[in-house]
């Protein structure tokens, strides 16, 4: 990899022509605006079509279908997510004609340096969730704040918006350590486990990632740390940064009173360190979304958010797309749809869902990389066991080739009653057979699973 000499920054001025690889990305797509936004000549490419493709088109954004060193044009630049290598074609294009090549977090890190308040939500999971509910809150409290989420908020319409507002929400991202080139003055780590451990070695490795990534925050700064988590506490001993920490099970400095529920939502008082601050009435489930609301009001507090606009922001937030998604209703049963892909977020899916009063738990589970699927392959099948009808999609290999020879029906053998499916078709049409009335049926993974339960509900009238 070449390392450009010149600062990601000294670029980002009128008629610079960029170009993004991978460019209908979650983070892609709106860095592909914001850098258009600041007059830049901008340009990409990506491997389909697709809405975001569609949308960048619509801004009179070219992108070519496919990579290709001749897409490069006379760019000045390159921007790259984390996932494409140097053996890219358009990557090994610039490096052979000396165009210097930057990784899309070092652009966000420069943007959001123009940030007096830079808000970053880490963690090995929740971020998505946890982001959405800041942007909630801040929204409420009219901080007109910009924000960059790795997935589909409502409120937004998107998973980011431009905002003139003295503050920036960042999902901050641990794989290949791309939170690194953040410059955060808030940052929260909901939690530190074993994953993306095709990158770290273990988890001593992700602890240091995230302790570096703690060790950005100013003096002047925060740290915001899940009391409840081993793996994020111990990496976060001894930080010479102030650190508040929250947390349900353990002593914190921000922590849930008459936490109950209603309607199976949960209900609380929000007290920061034994004082009143706010009171929420979440709009989504689970003992785990307490904890992501915990972390957002806690960014809130230190960042001077008023608990009103903290209430606010909670009770408006119905969750972000692909995170307990409603779907729709197939023959009497429900479907929804999440993204989990991480054996302790499946934990809290099903936890969740079989807490609901569902006559079945059915489980259309499509495992994410091969890697992920060897590294936890006995705690993915623990798990699933907690449903009471697992379906188990090919696993989708993202950025990865099957060098393991691991296949979703390895995980079957260890599912009782499972049933594989090598293509989603064939998934589509084990759940239609499976779907009975009073059903909770819920499509799960962080690939293209969703698209499962769309299809059965597009024919649900045939």
């Not at 925050?217 to 081993?230: E, K, L, R, Y």
């Not at 749809?337 to 977020?345: K, N, Q, R, V």
Request: hydrophobic share 45%; charged share 20%; glycine share 10%.
């Amino acid at each position: 990899m070449m390392h450009p000499k010149k600062p990601i920054s000294d670029f980002f001025v009128p008629g610079t022509r960029a170009h993004l690889v991978g460019i209908g990305g979650v983070s892609m797509c709106p860095l592909a605006e914001v850098l258009r936004d600041k007059g830049l000549v901008i340009q990409g490419s990506d491997v389909s079509e697709s809405a975001a493709v569609a949308h960048l088109r619509s801004l009179k954004i070219p992108v070519a279908i496919g990579h290709n060193a001749d897409n490069l044009g006379d760019c000045d630049l390159v921007i790259r997510t984390a996932a494409v290598h140097d053996g890219n074609p358009e990557i090994a294009g610039a490096i052979a004609r000396g165009i210097p090549v930057y990784e899309r977090a070092q652009a966000w890190g420069a943007i959001m340096r123009h940030y007096p308040n830079a808000l970053c939500i880490s963690g090995t999971h929740g971020k998505t969730t946890t982001t959405s509910m800041c942007t909630h809150i801040f929204m409420a409290a009219q901080a007109d704040p910009t924000v960059m989420i790795g997935g589909k908020l409502p409120l937004l319409g998107s998973g980011y918006r431009v905002g003139q507002g003295d503050t920036i929400i960042l999902e901050s991202c641990e794989y290949c350590n791309s939170f690194l080139s953040f410059f955060p003055t808030v940052a929260v780590v909901l939690n530190v486990e074993a994953d993306h451990l095709d990158f770290f070695k273990d988890l001593r490795d992700i602890q240091h990632s995230f302790r570096s990534f703690a060790e950005l925050v100013p003096p002047a700064g925060h740290v915001i740390v899940n009391a409840d988590n081993d793996g994020a506490m111990e990496a976060m001993a001894g930080l010479e940064r102030p650190v508040l920490t929250f947390g349900l099970d353990r002593p914190a400095d921000v922590t849930a009173a008459d936490l109950r529920e209603e309607e199976g939502r949960p209900v609380f008082d929000i007290l920061v360190r034994g004082e009143a601050y706010a009171h929420a009435a979440l709009q989504v489930y689970g003992r785990h979304n307490v904890l992501n609301a915990l972390a957002a009001a806690s960014a809130a507090y230190v960042l001077g958010i008023p608990g009103e606009a903290v209430a606010e922001g909670l009770a408006g937030f119905t969750g972000a797309g692909r995170r307990f998604e409603h779907k729709g209703t197939f023959h009497g049963a429900e479907i929804y749809d999440d993204y989990a892909h991480h054996p302790d977020e499946l934990h809290a899916l099903l936890t969740t869902a079989r807490g609901l009063g569902f006559r079945r738990l059915i489980v259309a589970f499509q495992p994410h990389t091969y890697s992920r699927t060897a590294k936890l392959f006995d705690r993915f099948a623990e798990e699933l066991r907690l449903a009471d009808v697992v379906v188990l999609a090919e696993i989708y290999a993202a950025r990865e080739q099957n060098t393991l020879g691991i296949s979703s029906a390895d995980l079957c053998k260890e599912v009782p009653g499972s049933v594989y499916c090598s293509t989603l078709d064939k998934t589509a049409e084990a759940i239609r057979r499976l779907a009975l009335p009073g059903d909770l049926i819920l499509t799960v993974g962080a690939g293209d699973i969703y698209r499962a339960g769309e299809k059965l509900l597009s024919t649900k009238g045939e």
